[in-house]
């Protein structure tokens, strides 16, 4: 059966802001006028879009975001949404501005109000993954992670500058409640000597003894990465802990909000790029509740079903491999 012919979509980004988002938001607003389609961009993610704070969007109103972090749509947690209430509210306004195809650039909870939005009104719908936190299955990074792990990363080169003159220990917590992607790849990458993830339990023991022998090698400075949300407390009871159980005294940094901020990198601006026109092109095709993936290097559709519940896992092999080269 031949699908029928799209004339307007609409765009919104939703849940926590990520960098690069701004770059989808571009890609899907370019490809789909490329492709002859008019798109309006809504406001507030899924607040707007039960209000419907809808802007028509031009090839112009994108111009210089590429390079932008936040999102120039803004971001919002709906609270109605999540209601059938809201969503019945969402369906009639796109309906009302004739928009029959909608794409999501956000993380699992946005792509499971598109979902319900879908299933309950026959809105055509697809998901873009746009959260630090590379916590979503169906593919290999999401757009943002690169860029936050690019700022810890460099927050850390600093830290160890200033811990090596003073042969002090670091912990340094980073972003990731319930994931530990952003600290595996942090701590690979800046060099950690333990990196503490919340897919593993916390020894603490374990940690003290790793760092005094590291000092007795005589290593200058220690820095061990922290995820966030992690069971043995916050990043300052287990600096406490550690002490408390002989381990040096620690110092303790948490990046925080600054891991969102800032231009996206390159590799996140080209995966958003790629992932905003695919999800154009899909919406184009009759194709609708799949999220636009990136797996080992292509393009893959996932249904939403399983980007919005399953979960990616941590690749040990890192960990341990971080492990081996903290020696
Ligand atoms: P993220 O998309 O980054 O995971 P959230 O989990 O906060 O962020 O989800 C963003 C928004 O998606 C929520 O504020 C809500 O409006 C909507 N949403 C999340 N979960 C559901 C759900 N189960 N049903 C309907 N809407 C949802």
């Not at 809808?54 to 109103?61: E, K, N």
């Not at 319900?116 to 009104?121: G, W």
């Not at 530990?180 to 990196?195: M, R, S, V, Y």
């Amino acid at each position: 059966m031949a699908a029928k012919k799209l004339r307007r979509i609409g765009v919104l980004t939703s849940g926590g802001d990520a960098p690069g988002m701004n770059a989808a938001v571009r890609a899907v607003v370019r490809k789909a006028i490329h492709l002859g389609l008019e798109v309006v961009g809504v406001r507030r993610g899924y607040s707007g879009l039960h209000r419907g704070d809808f802007i028509d969007m031009t090839a112009r109103s994108v111009s210089n975001i590429i390079q932008r972090g936040g999102t120039i749509l803004k971001t919002d947690r709906s609270r109605e949404f999540q209601e059938p209430s809201g969503r019945a509210k969402a369906a009639r306004a796109l309906a009302s501005h004739g928009v029959e195809g909608l794409v999501v650039i956000g993380g699992d909870g946005s792509f499971r109000g598109a979902q319900l939005l879908e299933a309950e009104h026959g809105v055509a719908v697809m998901g873009v993954p746009g959260t630090i936190d590379n916590d979503i299955y169906g593919t290999d990074s999401t757009i943002g992670f690169d860029t936050a792990v690019n700022n810890a990363v460099e927050a850390i080169d600093k830290i160890r500058d200033t811990a090596a003159a003073h042969g002090r220990l670091f912990l340094v917590e980073v972003m990731g409640r319930k994931s530990g992607f952003i600290a595996l790849a942090t701590g690979l990458a800046a060099g950690a000597e333990t990196i503490v993830i919340p897919e593993e339990p916390v020894d603490i023991d374990k940690i003290c003894s790793s760092l005094l022998a590291g000092l007795e090698r005589g290593k200058a400075s220690s820095v061990v990465v922290v995820a966030e949300g992690q069971k043995a407390g916050a990043v300052f009871q287990i600096a406490e802990k550690i002490t408390q159980t002989g381990g040096p005294e620690c110092k303790v940094v948490v990046l925080g909000h600054l891991q969102r901020g800032g231009n996206p990198t390159a590799r996140d601006r080209i995966l958003a790029s790629v992932l905003g026109a695919a999800a154009v092109d899909a919406l184009v095709a009759g194709k609708s509740g799949f999220m636009a993936g990136m797996l080992a290097g292509k393009v893959a559709l996932c249904p939403l079903a399983d980007a919005s519940t399953k979960k990616p896992t941590i690749d040990r092999d890192a960990l341990e491999l971080a492990k081996v080269l903290a020696i």
